[in-house]
């Protein structure tokens, strides 16, 4: 079981093991069960997890998604991105590791994309449906579709054919801007019927998510165990 620990002004929660490391950028749940659930398995495989708290201390173990998506949508992307730099930071500097990937999913995703293309110390990106419409919201100060061609590091991108916060075009728009990179291995995972947000399992009633995520889970950690260790 992982704790929380303090990483300057900002708490964040740790499940550590070793030198091979993950920061994980939540979704619409914050710090949620599932995502400390995710960073415990991270380092039962052997991978130290550090999980960014994009709502400070607020998630769905204490605010309804109401109220958390409200929050999204004051997010800050350059405020957001420094505290995930410093993260970044925490992890090479004060936990000893060797390398570090980013995994993030929907905003986390997003922010994923976003932080790997400003800082080239990260050894692979693991986007699940990521957020990343070519028409932004107000709060988007960036274009994460565009900034993922300075991405160097390798990519795993999984995204679900029912998607209706990102439009197939964008998804095909992002997978051709990865595969231009000149560095940098582009994987995708698509998954026809599977909505916006499948790895939530809160969304596995449908049986057409939970099997998107059965299937993509397995992929990612094979794939962020190969590029960390």
């Known amino acids: ?57 607020r998630s769905t173990d204490n605010a309804t998604r109401e109220e958390l998506g409200g929050l999204a949508r004051e997010l800050d992307d350059d405020a957001a991105l420094g505290q995930q730099s410093a993260l970044l930071d925490y992890l090479f500097d004060e936990l000893g590791c060797s390398k570090v990937g980013v ?3 929907c905003l986390g995703g997003r922010f994923a994309l976003l932080l790997a293309a400003r800082d080239q110390r990260v050894a692979n990106v693991v986007a699940f449906h990521p ?11 960036y274009d994460a ?12 991108v999984s995204y679900p054919s ?5 439009p197939n075009a964008d998804f095909e728009t992002l997978q051709t801007v990865l595969q231009a990179r000149t ?19 809160s969304r596995h009633g449908k049986d057409v998510n939970a099997e998107a995520f059965r299937l993509a889970w397995p992929q990612a950690l094979a794939f962020m165990k190969s590029t960390v260790a």
């Open 1 to 57: 079981m992982g704790v929380t620990v303090t990483v300057g002004e900002q708490d964040a929660y740790l499940a550590r093991v070793g030198r091979a490391g993950m920061l994980l950028l939540p979704m619409i749940t914050g710090i949620g069960e599932q995502v400390r659930a995710w960073a415990d398995e991270l380092a039962a495989e052997g991978i130290t997890a550090l999980a960014w708290d994009p709502f400070e201390g």
């Open 103 to 105: 995994i993030g999913w």
């Open 131 to 141: 957020t990343v419409p070519s028409q932004r919201p107000a709060h988007h100060t």
């Open 145 to 156: 579709i565009a900034e993922t061609a300075g991405i160097t590091a390798p990519v795993l």
């Open 162 to 166: 029912a998607d209706a916060a990102v």
């Open 183 to 201: 560095a940098g291995a582009t994987f995708a995972q698509y998954f026809p019927g599977a909505e916006h947000g499948f790895s939530d399992k």
